[in-house]
T-cell receptor, first 111, second 117 residues
Framework: DAKTTQPTSMDCAEGRAANLPCNHSTISGNEYVYWYRQIHSQGPQYIIHGLKNNETNEMASLIITEDRKSSTLILPHATLRDTAVYYCIVLFKAAGNKLTFGGGTRVLVKP | GAGVSQSPSNKVTEKGKDVELRCDPISGHTALYWYRQSLGQGLEFLIYFQGNSAPDKSGLPSDRFSAERTGGSVSTLTIQRTQQEDSAVYLC???????????????FGPGTRLLVL
């Protein structure tokens, strides 16, 4: 699976949009971009995923560049409960594929 | 079910004792995964079930670790003769398999925090 690069940490003001970048320059054509987050002392939580089109759900939006070498997760109105480590992963949707989390981005939402 | 559940949520045991950790996946999810996460570390894959069979056990760290799944649903991870280095959060995830070889998103449970004294 392709490797991803994310900033180590970022701060965000409560109520503002949080834009989390992810580089995945070695992504292959059949690999999906997934985002998970892990709030302190909780299990990882699925946020969103996409292949090449932009995606939106009730939690976030995912913007994937046309060349698919990078993406941005957007939390439209960050709340204090969004403070977590956010992980960007690329992988095939093959059964049995294991998830591997890199360092992720530690997001701190401040009042 | 509403989500993946795991029990117990916390387990403290003495070195050398056996422990059993349970995972109830989302109803209808054929695939089930066990991971562990040590403090401040990433995910470490342990084992993958497809139905009741385990085609990938490559992540089990030693023969003290075993897992089974019955009825295509509940799974139990057993650690025999626990050691202090087994202390970690044990996470279970499940996913649907939509067509041969392709799976959907993995959803995680809250984890079991194991502390071996």
């Amino acid at each position: 699976d392709a490797k991803t690069t994310q900033p180590t940490s970022m701060d965000c003001a409560e109520g503002r949009a949080a834009n989390l970048p992810c580089n995945h320059s070695t992504i292959s054509g059949n690999e999906y971009v997934y985002w998970y987050r892990q709030i302190h002392s909780q299990g990882p939580q699925y946020i969103i995923h996409g292949l090449k089109n932009n995606e939106t759900n009730e939690m976030a939006s995912l913007i994937i560049t046309e060349d698919r070498k990078s993406s941005t997760l957007i939390l439209p109105h960050a709340t204090l409960r969004d403070t977590a480590v956010y992980y960007c992963i690329v992988l095939f949707k093959a059964a049995g594929n294991k998830l591997t989390f890199g360092g992720g981005t530690r997001v701190l939402v401040k009042p | 079910g509403a989500g993946v559940s795991q029990s117990p949520s916390n387990k403290v045991t003495e070195k050398g004792k056996d422990v059993e950790l349970r995972c109830d996946p989302i109803s209808g999810h054929t695939a089930l995964y066990w991971y562990r996460q040590s403090l401040g570390q990433g995910l470490e894959f342990l084992i993958y079930f497809q139905g009741n069979s385990a085609p990938d056990k490559s992540g089990l760290p030693s023969d003290r670790f075993s897992a089974e799944r019955t009825g295509g649903s509940v799974s139990t991870l057993t650690i025999q003769r626990t050691q202090q280095e087994d202390s970690a959060v044990y996470l279970c995830a499940s996913s649907q398999i939509l067509r041969a070889g392709w799976r959907e998103t993995q959803y995680f449970g809250p984890g079991t925090r194991l502390l071996v004294l």
